[in-house]
């Protein structure tokens, strides 16, 4: 158990509705990651927050935004969705961000559009 | 734009051999960070190693060492006396030293090794 938790741990949707998913970081992480899992574009960097801030932006769709709140956990919405969305999204936590630290990765959400 | 080569999408290994899980990468960098993750069936991304680039020395974890080759951008995992747990998916990836950069942060993954394990 990496200490990081993600809610729901399945979600089914349709096309053209919006989801919210949560991930609460370690105790003590600053910083929150997101990640998408596609089989076609294997694993990829969406966003990332530090302390409440964005830090830094992977391909991440404008129908995707994310947010960082101050009790740290973050939430990632998805907005318009198509089935190319269906993926395995993973938040992972890091304590400050910097050079030294490492990414801790959550069970993940897994998102089935249809 | 840094990207990341697992050439070898499928890979076996009988218990209690050894097996090597290849990695190249492609970097203008000269300060970063390489990591060798485990996702079995659970999806469960597990950190199994990691290495600084600065730091000549391959990295070790138990059962777990690295082949850090960094003129020939290379990173291979050793896994000895492989075990049935071992059996997982293994992902390759790097993180820039640059903490002013843009993508600073981010983890850039290959496509992976199925790594299977026979009794």
């Known amino acids: 158990d990496s200490g990081v938790t993600q809610t729901p741990k399945h979600l089914i949707t349709a096309t053209g509705q919006r989801v919210t998913l949560r991930c609460s970081p370690r105790s003590g992480d600053l910083s929150v990651y997101w990640y998408q899992q596609s089989l076609d574009q294997g694993l990829q960097f969406l966003i990332q927050?530090?302390?409440?801030?964005?830090?830094a932006k992977g391909n991440i769709l404008e129908r995707f935004s994310a947010q960082q709140f101050p009790d740290l956990h973050s939430e990632l919405n998805l907005s318009s969705l198509e089935l190319g969305d269906s993926a395995l999204y993973f938040c992972?936590?890091?304590?400050?961000?910097?050079?030294?630290?490492?990414?801790?990765f959550g069970p993940g959400t897994r998102l089935t559009v249809l | 734009a840094q990207t990341v080569t697992q050439s070898q999408p499928e890979m076996s290994v009988q218990e209690a051999e050894t097996v090597t899980l290849s990695c190249t990468y492609d970097t203008s960098e000269s300060d970063y960070y390489l990591f060798w993750y485990k996702q079995p069936p659970s999806r469960q991304m597990i950190l199994v190693i990691r290495q600084e680039a600065y730091k000549q020395q391959n990295a070790t974890e138990n059962r777990f060492s690295v082949n850090f080759q960094k003129a020939a951008k290379s990173f291979s995992l050793k896994i000895s006396d492989s075990q049935l747990g071992d059996a997982a998916m293994y992902f390759c990836?790097?993180?820039?030293?640059?903490?002013?950069?843009?993508?600073?942060?981010?983890?850039?993954f290959g496509q992976g090794t199925i790594l299977t394990v026979h009794p």
């Open positions: 927050y530090y302390n409440g801030e964005e830090r």
């Open positions: 990836a790097y993180r820039t030293f640059n903490a002013g950069g843009t993508s600073y942060g981010k983890l850039t």
């Open positions: 992972a936590s890091s304590v400050r961000g910097v050079d030294t630290d490492t990414q801790y």
